[in-house]
Antibody, heavy 120, light 111 residues
Framework: QVQLQESGPGLVKPSETLSLTCAVS?????????WGWIRQPPGKGLEWIGS???????SYNPSLKSRVSISIDTSKNDFSLRLTSVTAADTAVYYC?????????????WGQGALVTVSS | QSVLTQPPSVSGAPGQRVTISCTGSSSNIGAGYDVNWYQQLPGTAPKLLIY???NRPSGVPDRFSGFKSGTSASLVITGLQAEHEADYYCQSYDNRVSGPVFGGGTRVTVL
């Protein structure tokens, strides 16, 4: 069973960059999975941010593409999210999750989530 | 506004059956992409409930069933119990977004 754990600052100032890392355990990040980020604003629904494969292939939600970057560190078995020029609208719980074989498939394992608040 | 449309809430008495609908379009469900369902209990991360339209992961009871037809899908919960009070989300792939899309979520309340 893949275990995922998000980490990063819980408070980010407006216009700055949000950075989160997802540590993967009990499974190699260079396996058949795609690794994704999903967010959930307080009291609202889920929004896919983007996904990455260890080959370096990435895909991003068009609504966030200009501000998002996802990278992978195979030596640390983790992957990271960067979201630039944040505003209060980016306040959300950020989840990392895995998809088997393709971004077309379901998210079968989820981290517990990390609340990030954008405020001065 | 979510790409997939779900009712905001459904409710039922203990033991009853409830159905949650998920309506998409020709770029997602109607294009043949699978529908998946997640259960989110209060204060927790979403958990995979149904994948590939109608398959249950190990450990999910058979009181949860998924169906897909045309541009829509549905999740049925039979024998409703207090522990089923949660938010339920449908998810598919959209070829206009070129990525996963979610429904807005449905809050299930046990009366």
């Amino acid at each position: 069973q893949v275990q995922l754990q998000e980490s990063g600052p819980g408070l980010v100032k407006p216009s700055e960059t949000l950075s989160l890392t997802c540590a993967v355990s009990e499974y190699s990040i260079t396996s058949v999975y795609y690794w994704g980020w999903i967010r959930q604003p307080p009291g609202k629904g889920l929004e896919w941010i983007g996904s990455i494969h260890h080959s370096g292939s990435t895909s991003y939600n068009p609504s966030l593409k200009s501000r998002v970057s996802i990278s992978i560190d195979t030596s640390k078995n983790d992957f990271s999210l960067r979201l630039t020029s944040v505003t209060a609208a980016d306040t959300a719980v950020y989840y990392c999750a895995s998809q088997l074989y393709s971004t077309i498939n379901h998210f079968d394992n989820w981290g517990q989530g990390a609340l990030v608040t954008v405020s001065s | 506004q979510s790409v997939l449309t779900q009712p905001p809430s459904v409710s039922g008495a203990p033991g009853q059956r409830v159905t949650i609908s998920c309506t998409g379009s020709s770029s997602n469900i109607g294009a043949g992409y699978d529908v998946n369902w997640y259960q989110q209990l209060p204060g927790t991360a979403p958990k995979l409930l149904i994948y590939g339209n109608r398959n249950r992961p190990s450990g999910v009871p058979d009181r949860f069933s998924g169906f897909k037809s045309g541009t829509s899908a549905s999740l049925v919960i039979t024998g409703l119990q207090a522990e089923h009070e949660a938010d339920y989300y449908c998810q598919s792939y959209d070829n206009r977004v070129s990525g996963p899309v979610f429904g807005g979520g449905t809050r299930v309340t046990v009366l």
